[in-house]
T-cell receptor, first 113, second 115 residues
Framework: AQTVTQSQPEMSVQEAETVTLSCTYD???????LFWYKQPPSRQMILVIR??????QNATENRFSVNFQKAAKSFSLKISDSQLGDTAMYFC??????????FGTGTSLTVIP | DAGVIQSPRHEVTEMGQEVTLRCKPI?????LFWYRQTMMRGLELLIY????????DSGMPEDRFSAKMPNASFSTLKIQPSEPRDSAVYFC?????????????FGPGTRLTVL
């Protein structure tokens, strides 16, 4: 069975500081994809970053980067230079090669001015 | 609790047919969300309900899509007529209060294939 766990229901960070959101997962697949989605108060989902499991290099997108530890089944999201617009729910998700998706329960991030 | 329950898990249909997806939220949860996931567009919010009332349906693609929540323990997402571009995984999620910071629990999804 595939599972995704986000153990931090809520987090906060000062504007311009760095914050790391945790995600662990379990899968028996060798090839899979990992995602971080952002859901602002508007409720629309925004894809933040995506990582292919077979790639060793950690994905980065501007201020967003991941620390992908395949052996530990960990996929944390680091947000650098936090901005007020980063305030949102963040979902970690796993997709296996069968295009099934599994989501964590989300981490609510608040950026404090 | 059994978590969010969705049925069917897989649906294969032909273009033009009506499709109905079903969701049972976690007991006691007051908010329910319908999402669509494709590799091209990612995860899209289609509609969400608070206390059985639709709050925001701006994500519903077009008139072919409709969603109902007749009571606190059941919701449906209907596509009529279905088209091949509707092929996706459809997720239902529920949360306790519907606040933007509330934990959302996702169901296993329904994989829809329209031929």
């Amino acid at each position: 069975a595939q599972t995704v766990t986000q153990s931090q229901p809520e987090m906060s960070v000062q504007e311009a500081e760095t914050v790391t959101l945790s995600c662990t997962y379990d899968t028996s697949e060798n090839n899979y994809y990992l995602f971080w989605y952002k859901q602002p108060p508007s409720r629309q989902m925004i894809l933040v970053i995506r990582q292919e499991a077979y790639k060793q290099q950690n994905a980065t997108e501007n201020r967003f980067s991941v620390n992908f530890q395949k052996a530990a089944k960990s996929f944390s999201l680091k947000i650098s230079d936090s901005q007020l617009g980063d305030t949102a729910m963040y979902f970690c998700a796993l997709s296996n090669t069968g295009n099934q998706f599994y989501f964590g329960t989300g981490t609510s991030l608040t950026v404090i001015p | 609790d059994a978590g969010v329950i969705q049925s069917p898990r897989h649906e294969v249909t032909e273009m033009g047919q009506e499709v109905t997806l079903r969701c049972k939220p976690i007991s006691g949860h007051n908010s329910l969300f319908w999402y669509r996931q494709t590799m091209m567009r990612g995860l899209e919010l289609l509609i969400y309900f608070n206390n059985n009332v639709p709050i925001d349906d701006s994500g519903m693609p077009e008139d072919r899509f409709s969603a109902k929540m007749p009571n606190a323990s059941f919701s449906t997402l209907k596509i009529q007529p279905s088209e091949p571009r509707d092929s996706a995984v459809y997720f239902c999620a529920s949360s306790l209060s519907g606040m933007a910071t509330d934990t959302q629990y996702f169901g296993p999804g329904t994989r829809l294939t329209v031929l």
